[in-house]
Structure formats: structure tokens, C-alpha cells
């Protein structure tokens, strides 16, 4: 059955990597001790989700807000991803601001960290104009936003890479990086405006 992921799955990638993410109750199938507990996936979920490039990312990310009644689809799954990215940036942009506020006294760091919280909020910012193109079609703007957007996930993580430091934020970055990109194949793929 390709629509059940073992819950062990889902822990393990929420314990390392969505932390602000939690899965809602009611998807649990919960069995017996010593079982393994599936999740039961909607099949449109797991169609969608197979056609990105992080499926699993995309399963994490967009169960925990669907509703039990919510339609499947492209449009609205991209919408559920533009939400998701937008509390993994909030959380990314908390932490790179505290790691900011611990590396004062470095020079590199504190311009390196400007760099990244500057992007974040670069992200955050183009939330309104990525949920503006998707109700009006705009497939070239939502395109642009989203491009942009993952060009800067990895403008952050080059600018740690170039400076010979190893980055404290490399594991938010590659799972907004993924995300991000998901969302940027459901709009090249799936969606025709």
C-alpha cells in the first residue's frame, strides 16, 4: 500500500527537522505496541507529493495542515506549502536572530547571519505576492517568487560555505530549500493556469 508511510518515518524527520510542525492527531492509524503505525496518506496527497522532487518533505509538511474534509489538489496543496514555508521561515529567521545575538563578538558571523536574516524576511515578505499570483493565475510571478526564494536558501548557505564556516542552520535551509523547491514543481508541474 504506497499511501502508508510508517510513522517512524514522520518522528524521526520531525524530530531533527520540523520541530514547529506537529502532525495532527486524527491521521494516526495507532495499532498495538511493538507495531509499526502507519499514517494513512490520501492517495491525491501521495500522487501530488510523488511528482516533486522531496516527496517526503512534501508528505511532512502538508499533512499537518490539511483538513479532514480540505480538497486535494495542485492549487490547494501549493497554498498549504506556501503556509508551511512561512512558519519554517518565521522559525529559521527566530533562529539565525538569536544565533546573531550569540555572535557579536565575530565579525564574519554577524555578517554572515545578517545575510541569511536578510533573505528570511525577503521571504516572509513575498508570501502576500505568491498567494496573490496563485488566485489570479499568474503562473510567471508565482515562478519569479518562488525562484527567487530558493535562490536565497542557498545565497545563505553559500555565503557560510565561502567564508570557511561551518553554517548552525544548515539543516532549516535544506528543508526550506526542499520546500520551496516542491512548491516550485507543483506550480511548474501540476498547475495550469
Known sequence: MKHL???HIFFLFFMFT???????????DVRQEDQTLPIVIKPKLQRICD???NPVECLITTVPFLREKAAINPVSI???E?????????????????????SSNSK???????ICINNYKSILESKHRILDAISLGDDKQLRVELSSNVDKIYHCEDAFEEANIKSPITEVNSLLGKMITNSLM??????HF
Open 51 to 53: 511528482q516533486t522532487d
Open 82 to 102: 506556501v503556509e508551511a514555508v512561512d512558519i519554517k521561515t518565521k522559525e529559521a529567521l527566530d533562529k539565525a536572530s538569536k544565533l546573531l545575538l550569540y
Open 18 to 28: 520540523t520541530s514547529s510542525i506537529v502532525l495532527a492527531r486524527s491521521l494516526f
Open 78 to 80: 501549493l497554498e498549504i
Open 186 to 191: 507543483i506550480t511548474i508541474d501540476m498547475v
Open 108 to 114: 564574519p558571523a554577524t555578517f554572515l547571519f545578517n
Open 5 to 7: 508511510i510508517p510513522i
